[in-house]
């Protein structure tokens, strides 16, 4: 399975908003209602951001919204903060029951 | 409240087998998993284990990897065959309660593979 594709990077100012793609096929984002996003700063483990798409667990703020259209899936980060630095992996279940990950893309705040 | 822990060797000698335990606890009906992400490069999925025994692996490590679970002593293990130098990385215990997701990551640990 190929990982699926993110721009390697991504930037905004504070209080910006920026919208990270990840591209798959219909054999993961396009055919899976699993797709999921990560942040992960330095020497951190990655922490979920959103799961099923849009679904955005406890204690994460709202700044942070999940979408899909077709066989790309999108996270989008409204009013920028200096602690949004970091990086960002989308996630997808596959058409075989495996998992994949996306390439990754490290957004810089301005 | 859900902790995982990982433990084992940080150094393989190339061809030797890897193997790493995770302690988890506060997850005995999820399923369970391994991560791993090279030093400075992106997240792979290895693969994972359900409360039943059913297995799920990454195609392209399928061949050389097992995963299996003791839930006597809350252990997950990994074993990964013919270890090489690209298979150095940071191996991360994973869980969740939900399907294609991981809500709960163990710190990590990281293996190198040299001689």
């Known amino acids: 399975q190929s990982a699926l594709t993110q721009p390697p990077s991504a930037s905004g100012s504070p209080g910006q908003s920026v919208t990270i793609s990840c591209s798959g096929t219909?054999?993961?984002?396009?055919?899976?209602?699993?797709v999921s996003w990560y942040q992960q700063h330095p020497g951190k483990p990655p922490k979920l951001l959103i799961s099923e798409v849009n679904q955005r667990p406890s204690g994460v703020p709202n700044r942070f919204s999940g979408s899909k259209s077709g066989n790309t899936a999108s996270l989008t980060v409204s009013g920028l903060q200096a602690e949004d630095e970091a990086d960002y992996y989308c996630?997808?279940?596959?058409?075989?029951?495996?998992?994949?990950f996306g390439t990754g893309t490290k957004l810089t705040v301005l | 409240q859900v902790q995982l822990q990982e433990s084992g060797p940080g150094l393989v000698k190339p061809s030797g087998t890897l193997s790493l335990t995770c302690s988890v606890s506060?997850?005995?009906?999820?399923?369970w998993g391994w991560v791993r992400q090279p030093p400075g490069k992106g997240l792979e999925w290895i693969g994972d284990?359900?409360?039943?025994?059913?297995?799920n692996y990454n195609p392209s490590l399928k061949s050389r990897v097992t995963i299996s679970r003791d839930d006597s002593e809350n252990q997950v293990s990994l074993k990964l065959m013919s270890a090489t130098a690209a298979d150095t990385a940071v191996y991360f215990c994973?869980?969740?309660?939900?399907?294609?997701?991981?809500?709960?990551w163990g710190q990590g640990m990281l293996v190198s593979v040299y001689s």
């Open positions: 994973v869980t969740s309660p939900g399907w294609y997701k991981i809500n709960f």
């Open positions: 284990i359900h409360y039943n025994g059913g297995t």
């Open positions: 219909s054999s993961d984002v396009g055919g899976s209602n699993y």
């Open positions: 506060g997850a005995s009906n999820y399923w």
């Open positions: 996630s997808s279940g596959t058409a075989t029951n495996t998992y994949v």
